[in-house]
């Protein structure tokens, strides 16, 4: 089953369904893959656990 991870900030449930719905109809568009193969994964990240460039978001938000 193609999976797709998406590593974000907290979302409202409604929020949700329309990221989890866009993400599927848009892979499966682009591979030919049918919507009912897809898995999708939504991760709940916040700025203290996230680096980029060799410095916490949280750090870059100050």
Known sequence: MPTIF???????????RELVKSFTKTA???TGIDESAFVVYLR???HEHVGVGGTLLADRKK
Do not use: H, I, Q, V
Request: net charge negative; hydrophobic share 20%; proline share 6%.
């Open 28 to 30: 499966s568009e682009l």
């Open 44 to 46: 709940t990240t916040d």
């Open 6 to 16: 998406f590593y974000g900030p907290e979302l409202e449930r409604e929020k949700k």
